[in-house]
């Protein structure tokens, strides 16, 4: 019977590890995980997009107020803040008890996926809040972009934000149930801009209507991959009888990134979210 030689413990030769930069950039390498350096916030404030170093991006007449790699697409939710001062919007978490939890938000994503990575005490209790508040909250997104310098030249580690979309600015981005083609202020919301965007670049290319349908999957891939530049427009909404005004974040696709050819394209049915 053949045997096999067993190596002490301490005589082990143990491979080194790969590094953490290594590792990281493997992974960047293959579109699983985002590259790019730290994380930050770009928020809207009275009309402005600001990053949280202070850069600030205004709507502009003559064009958008900045231009923006889409690293990935909204991740979509329900949330609540939870105040003790509930003439601000708030709901007060001691109404269930949890005064502890005020001063958070506390969130239901629609994805599955989303809510186990997201889990903790307090998105736990979302379903009792909603329950005692009698609605589900306000719908936003969370997506991440770079930002594209002035020059257009980027290098992969500019720093990555994530931007908050409001309900009307989702509806601008996917459309709603009511309408899905048409965003909350345009007339085309951005998938349905970025699908075209896709159809005229493949029509130029001399495409038949299978490659312009390709074009689109391929599209949706891309964007799902980080692989879709946008202009940025902030755009004006008013409610029916023109007694209020907000801002909506609008993106128009400039740049689609050809689908690697290892990676695999989305297929009908198939989501970019």
Avoid: C
Wanted: aromatic share 6%.
């Amino acid at each position: 019977m053949a045997t096999r030689t067993t190596i002490a413990p301490d005589k082990a030769v143990v491979p080194a590890s790969m590094s953490h930069e290594d590792l990281m950039g493997l992974l960047g390498q293959t579109g699983a995980i985002a590259t790019g350096g730290e994380f930050h916030r770009l928020t809207l404030k009275g009309g402005l997009l600001e990053t949280d170093e202070g850069d600030i991006f205004p709507p502009r007449k003559d064009g958008p107020a900045l231009t923006v790699r889409i690293v990935s697409p909204p991740v979509m939710y329900n949330a609540f803040f939870l105040s003790a001062d509930e003439g601000n919007g708030g709901f007060d978490a001691g109404r269930i008890g949890r005064p502890d939890l005020n001063g958070r938000f506390v969130k239901k994503y629609d994805d599955p996926a989303e809510q186990a990575k997201n889990a903790s005490p307090t998105n736990d209790v979302f379903d009792d809040i909603a329950q005692a508040a009698g609605k589900r909250g306000d719908f936003k997104g969370d997506l991440q972009v770079q930002i594209v310098p002035d020059d257009g030249n980027m290098t992969g580690e500019e720093t990555i934000y994530t931007l908050t979309l409001s309900t009307t600015s989702i509806f601008e981005w996917r459309g709603s149930s009511k309408n899905p083609s048409a965003g909350s202020v345009s007339d085309e919301n951005f998938i349905v801009k970025l699908a075209r965007f896709a159809v005229k670049k493949a029509v130029e290319a001399g495409a038949d209507e299978t490659g312009q349908r390709t074009a689109v999957l391929n599209a949706m891939t891309s964007l799902r991959l980080g692989g879709v530049i946008a202009d940025v427009y902030l755009l004006r909404a008013q409610n029916p009888d023109k007694t209020r005004t907000w801002t909506v974040i609008s993106f128009d696709p400039v740049h689609i990134e050809p689908v690697d050819g290892g990676a695999p394209a989305l297929s009908p049915g198939d989501t970019p979210f």
